[in-house]
C-alpha cells in the first residue's frame, strides 16, 4: 500500500464516524475532549502537541451527530481550519491571576456550543480537565463522566485509511537546501524533570544570507537583547509589557503568543503577553531566582523566511542572567 494515496479528507470522516457511533451505542450525548489525541480523532487537527498535552491549550467539543467544535489556541486557528470547518478561539483559565473567573467564560462559551450541536449538557463525558474547569461546570450543574469509554471504543479498530500511514511511515520528502533558515525550539526535559525552553535559528548550507534573511534575524536579535535587558526584580508584568521593545509592524500579524513565559517543570506562571494583547498576570511582580523564557518569532504572512530566537534567563538581583551559553548565528549577524 502507498501512503501517497492517503485520503485526509476520509480519514477524518472515518475517524469522526466511529467516534460518534461509539457516543451513540453508549448513550453519551456530549463529549468534551482536552487529550491530544482525542483532539486529533474527532477533527484532525493538531497543533503544538507536546505543550496541548500538558497545558489546557485547546479543546472539542463533540455531539452524536453534527460537525465538532474545535477551541483553539488563537495563534493555531489558521492551521486548524485547514482540517476543521468550525475551529472558534480558546478561552484558557491557566497561567491567569484568577483563573476561576477565566474558566467561567471558557465554561459557558463551551456548554453553548454544545447547545449549538443540539446535545444536552446536563451530563458530559470528558477525558481530562484542570480544577478551575471542572469546577466551573459543578457551578453550571453539569455532570461529568469519563469519556474513556467511548474514546477507545471508537480508535481501538483502525480505518482503513489509518492503516496506510501504519504500513508505511516516511517523513516529508522535502529535504534542506543550501540557504534554506532552520530553527530549532528545544523544549528540553532535562535533570529532575526542569525544562530548557532555548531557540535558535541556522542558516542552512554555507553560503552567506539573503539580505530578507539578515535583516529579519538581526530585527530580532535585536528585540530579544533589549527585552532581556528591561527584566529585573520589582517590575510588575504589565509594567514591563508597557516598557517593551516594539516589534516591527511587519512582524505583528505573526507574532509569538508571549514574550515572556515562566519556567520549571513545565511552562509556568508568570506571563507577560505582547501591549496590544490581554494581560495574563498583570500585577505580578517579578522576584529574584524566577526562571523565564524570552522569546520572539519574527516573519512576515507569506514570507519564505521566518526566525525563532529565545533565551531561558533566571531573575537576579540586579536583572537577569541567561542560562544558555550556546552562540547567535555569525553569519546571519555579520
Known amino acids: 500500500m502507498d501512503v501517497l494515496a492517503l485520503d485526509v479528507e ?6 469522526l464516524d466511529r467516534l460518534q457511533r461509539a457516543m451513540a451505542e453508549q448513550d453519551v450525548e456530549a463529549c468534551l475532549l482536552f487529550h491530544e489525541p482525542n483532539i486529533r480523532y474527532a477533527t484532525g487537527a493538531t497543533a503544538m502537541p507536546v505543550y496541548a498535552m500538558s497545558t489546557f491549550a485547546r479543546c472539542v467539543v463533540v455531539a452524536q451527530r453534527g460537525t465538532p467544535i474545535l477551541f483553539e489556541h488563537p495563534n493555531s486557528m489558521h492551521r486548524s481550519l485547514l482540517r476543521t470547518p468550525d475551529v472558534r478561539p480558546m478561552h484558557a483559565w491557566e497561567f491567569f491571576d484568577d483563573p476561576g473567573a477565566e474558566a467561567d467564560v471558557w465554561a459557558d462559551l463551551a456548554l453553548d456550543a454544545l447547545r449549538e450541536l443540539g446535545a444536552g449538557v446536563e451530563v458530559v463525558a ?49 529535504r534542506l537546501e543550501d540557504g534554506d533558515l532552520v530553527f530549532v525550539d528545544t523544549d528540553t526535559v532535562g535533570i529532575e524533570g526542569m525544562f530548557s525552553c532555548v531557540s535558535r535559528t541556522f542558516l542552512a548550507g554555507g553560503g552567506p544570507p539573503t539580505r530578507e ?122
Open 126 to 174: 470528558v477525558d481530562r480537565l484542570g480544577t478551575p474547569g471542572f469546577l466551573a461546570l459543578a457551578r453550571r450543574g453539569v455532570a461529568i463522566v469519563d469519556a474513556a469509554p467511548v474514546t477507545q471504543r471508537a480508535r481501538q479498530v483502525k480505518t482503513a485509511q489509518e492503516l496506510l500511514p501504519l504500513d508505511r511511515a516516511e517523513a516529508t520528502d522535502r
Open 213 to 334: 534573511q539578515a535583516d529579519v534575524y538581526r530585527a530580532a536579535h535585536a528585540w530579544l537583547t533589549e527585552m532581556e535587558a528591561l527584566i529585573r526584580p520589582g517590575i510588575a508584568c504589565a509594567d514591563l509589557a508597557a516598557v517593551s521593545p516594539a516589534i516591527p509592524a511587519r512582524f505583528h500579524a505573526q507574532r509569538y503568543e508571549c514574550m515572556v513565559h515562566g519556567i520549571g517543570l513545565e511552562e509556568e506562571n508568570p506571563s507577560v503577553c505582547h501591549p496590544s494583547d490581554p494581560q495574563s498576570n498583570p500585577e505580578t511582580v517579578l522576584e529574584r531566582d524566577m526562571a523565564l523564557v524570552v522569546e520572539i518569532f519574527a516573519g512576515e504572512i507569506g514570507s519564505a523566511h521566518g526566525v525563532k530566537l529565545g533565551d531561558q534567563v533566571v531573575v537576579t538581583g540586579e536583572g537577569c542572567r541567561v542560562l544558555c551559553p550556546y552562540p547567535y548565528s555569525a553569519p546571519l549577524l555579520d
Open 10 to 15: 476520509r480519514l477524518r470522516r472515518e475517524r
